[in-house]
């Protein structure tokens, strides 16, 4: 049995230690908000929070979750007040939207890490998530934007 905590609400999981830990958010627990992608971990639809670093949910084995904090972009603010989310909608940034919970997860453990990212750093870092919209120039401005709130 696996024991571990999605959004701060601990879970059991005693199945495939093989299964995606995307499928049992979305699946088992219903937190819909990840996105399934690639199956690869290529593109960041998937993107979630392991004790606070970004990683994708499509290739997390269940079996290698166990003791960690899973952040959903569910559990990221019980009410949208996140300073990425804040920004996000400021900035309008999303086109069609699918893409746009990964990006934010990735943003978020980007500031966390780094509360001054410079246009390298985010582009670097959020190079890995790809919006099929082109939304990058939003993406970045957003982030700026949210360092300015998180600083």
Known sequence: MVHFKVNGV??????????PLLWYLRDILGLTGTKFGCGMALCGACTVLQNGKAIRSCT???GTVGGLEITT??????????AVQKAWVAGDVPQC??????????????????QHPTD????????GNICRCGTYQRIRAAIQE??????
């Not at 601990?10 to 299964?19: I, V």
């Not at 559990?75 to 996140?82: Q, T």
């Not at 985010?122 to 190079?127: L, P, T, V, W």
């Open 60 to 62: 997390q084995q269940m």
């Open 120 to 127: 390298s750093d985010i582009d670097d870092i959020m190079s």
């Open 10 to 19: 601990a879970q059991s999981f005693e199945g495939d230690p093989e299964m």
């Open 73 to 82: 972009i569910e559990g990221l603010s019980a009410n949208g007040l996140h």
């Open 146 to 151: 949210a360092a300015k709130e998180t600083a």
């Open 97 to 114: 939207g699918y893409c746009q919970p990964g990006q934010i997860m990735q943003a978020a453990s980007l500031l966390a890490e780094k």
